[in-house]
């Protein structure tokens, strides 16, 4: 298996544009979490989907934000309009949840917003 | 919710030193304790998690201890080595299914 997959690796755009951040989970997992990484925050969990459902989106810092997982196969993460503090290195994580508890982290999308 | 302290922020060491990291965790339902490595550029990755009917496990040069009575865990790592340098994130998770995650550890190993 590939592991998680994610598209794309790097990403710049420009203030006020749409941006969106594609996932692949491994085969078999029920699980899938979006992060978002800043030097000053740290790791933090955006939404959570499990069976292709969110189950907690309590994360997605404001309504800019939309995720949707249409298939077990696929996530998007994305943010329109996009800001200057919304750069960052996006995460997509699955998990076998129920069966086994680690995380699988997929390369992470280092988005600039100039 | 659950909530993760992590110390220290940074941990600088030289080369064959050991290095400790330590966890505190809120929720007493909590069960599952991870540890997570980031490589400079590159993704967490899984080193060794340790479960609450435990106390200590090794593998190789690295272990994890847990306190469920003072809720803390920590991570041990022995004669460090270079490419142990990397940033260290410990999580816990209980009932809900969603780990909560620390700071992060900046670890440096000076050769």
């Known amino acids: 298996d590939a592991g998680v997959i994610q598209s794309p690796r790097h990403e710049v755009t420009e203030m006020g544009q749409e941006v969106t951040l594609r996932c692949k989970p491994i085969?078999?997992?029920?699980?899938l979490f979006w992060y978002r990484q800043t030097m000053m925050r740290g790791l933090e969990l955006l939404i959570y989907?499990?069976?292709?459902?969110?189950?907690?989106d309590s994360g997605m810092p404001e309504d800019r934000f939309s995720a949707k997982m249409p298939n077990a196969s696929f996530s998007t993460l994305k943010i329109q309009p996009s800001e200057p503090r919304d750069s960052a290195v996006y995460f997509c994580?699955?998990?076998?949840?129920?069966?086994?508890?680690?995380?699988?982290f997929g390369p992470g999308t280092r988005l600039t917003v100039l | 919710g659950e909530n993760v302290e992590q110390h220290p922020s940074t941990l600088s060491v030289q080369e064959g030193d050991s290095a400790v990291i330590k966890c505190t965790y809120s929720?007493?339902?909590?069960?599952?304790f991870p540890w997570y490595k980031q490589e400079l550029g590159k993704r967490p990755q899984l080193i060794i998690d340790?479960?609450?009917?435990?106390g200590e496990k090794k593998d190789q040069r690295i272990a994890v201890t847990l306190n469920k009575t003072a809720k803390h865990f920590s991570l041990h790592i022995t004669e460090t080595q270079p490419e142990d340098s990397a940033v260290y994130f410990c999580?816990?998770?209980?009932?809900?299914?969603?780990?909560?995650f620390g700071r992060g550890t900046s670890l440096i190993v000076h050769p």
């Open positions: 929720d007493s339902a909590s069960n599952y």
């Open positions: 085969s078999g997992h029920n699980s």
């Open positions: 994580a699955s998990s076998p949840m129920g069966v086994v508890d680690e995380q699988f």
């Open positions: 340790i479960r609450s009917n435990v």
């Open positions: 989907f499990n069976n292709n459902v969110p189950i907690d």
């Open positions: 999580a816990a998770k209980g009932g809900s299914y969603i780990p909560t």
